[in-house]
Structures are given as C-alpha cells and as structure tokens.
C-alpha cells in the first residue's frame, strides 16, 4: 500500500533555532515530493517539489533534501520565526497516477518567543 | 492569495440534507482536485477532473459527487449527509505538464467547512 510518514507527529521549537522534520514514503512507482505548509484552518501551500533526480531544493529559509534509494526526505528550516508555526505537509506523487498526492499526516510545529 | 476561490467560506446543514461545494481555479489552470480533511485525518484526495474530464478518483464516497464545467469551474456535491462528513474540504488546480499531469504544482483553495448537526 502506498503510504507516506512523517515525524515527529509534533514539535517545538524557540525562535531562532533550526529544526529537521523527516518523511518515509513507500509509495512505487515514483515521481515527485513535495512538502506543503498549512496554517491552521487555511489550504496547504506548496514549499518546494522534487523529482527524483534531485537530491535537494532550497526555497528561503526552507530547505528540502531527497534520497530516493532509501525513499527517505527532510525538510530543514532556518533560524525559525514566530510564522513558521504550522502544519508541514509530505506529499507524494506516483508515476502513472495523474494528480493524484498522497498525504502524510503532518508535522506541527510551534515556534515559541 | 493563490488564485483559487472556493464558496461558500462555511457551511452548516443537517443530517440527510445535500449540499453543493464550487471551485473556481486559477486562470489558465485546466485541471481540478478536490480533498477532504477530517480533524483525525490528514489530507484525503477525492477526484480529479481535467478539462471536463474525470482523470482521476480517490477515495470518494458514493454519496459524493463532481463535474466541471465548460468554463473549468467545478461542483462537488455531497447528499444524504452524516456527521462523519464534517470537515474541511479544499479544491485545487494545477496546470498539467504532461500527459498523466505529473510534476505539476497544485494550488489550493482558502477551503470550504462543512459541518453536519
């Protein structure tokens, strides 16, 4: 069965520090990742998408790493901020599938001052 | 704001009852997926439509139902409703980069919430 994990389930964090979220995928055949951030109550937006010829993606302060051998990714963030407090989303797309995402649970994170 | 529109913003209804969620995508977009997010459930996908067309189905119920129109907005209608059905249900669109729509960025709605009493 295709599935997406993620951990930890929950996280926090003070500002200013850095954290890794990670996420294991099973999901066969491959085609792209990508992680998602979702403010409570709001649509998810897109952070960055990989292929699995790319091994890492940086966007900001958000920094995405693959490794599509072992189907393992992380999501690094940067010197957090009080916005960074959100659901972090892990989606996985497979080839053959159309559009069709599957989602991982989240991570939520909470920056505290 | 990412250019997706969804109406209405919240929803209430009763047990039995149906109701009809819309979806305007992005201009330009020709493609549509609708999802479910429960409070004890992360994202669910529902169905997909591509220019008018049913590409792709998930995990949809039955008793769900959607179609897009010429102008590529897009119903999901719900009938004979149950509490189960509470949640959060958010469309997107994407603009489609090959043939089975794959390595395409989805752009989501502000989310429709249903609550069923």
């Known amino acids: 069965k295709n599935q997406v994990e993620q951990s930890p389930q929950s996280l926090i964090i003070l500002e200013g520090k850095n954290c890794t979220l990670q996420c294991n995928y099973t999901v066969s055949p491959f085609s792209n990742l990508r992680w998602y951030k979702q403010d409570t109550g709001r649509g998810p937006v897109s952070l960055t998408i990989m292929t699995f010829s790319e091994n890492t993606k940086s966007n900001g302060r958000y920094t995405a790493t693959l490794d599509a051998d072992t189907k393992q990714s992380s999501l690094h963030i940067t010197a957090s901020q009080l916005s960074d407090s959100a659901s972090y989303i892990c989606v996985v797309s497979g080839r053959n599938q159309g559009g069709k995402l599957i989602f991982g649970q989240g991570t939520e994170l909470s920056v505290k001052p | 704001d990412s250019g997706v529109t969804q109406t209405p913003k919240h929803l209430i209804t009763a047990t039995g009852q149906r109701v009809t969620l819309r979806c305007s995508p992005r201009?330009?977009?020709?493609?549509v997926y609708w999802y479910q997010q429960s409070l004890d459930q992360g994202l669910q996908f529902l169905i997909q439509y591509y220019n008018g067309e049913e590409r792709a189905k998930g995990n949809i119920l039955e008793r769900f139902s959607a179609q897009q129109f010429p102008d590529l907005h897009s119903e999901l209608n719900l009938s004979s409703l149950e509490l189960g059905d509470s949640a959060l249900y958010f469309c997107a669109s994407s603009v489609e980069l090959n043939s089975f729509g794959e390595n395409n960025e989805q752009f989501f709605g502000p989310g429709t919430r249903l609550t069923v009493l």
């Open positions: 201009s330009g977009d020709l493609s």
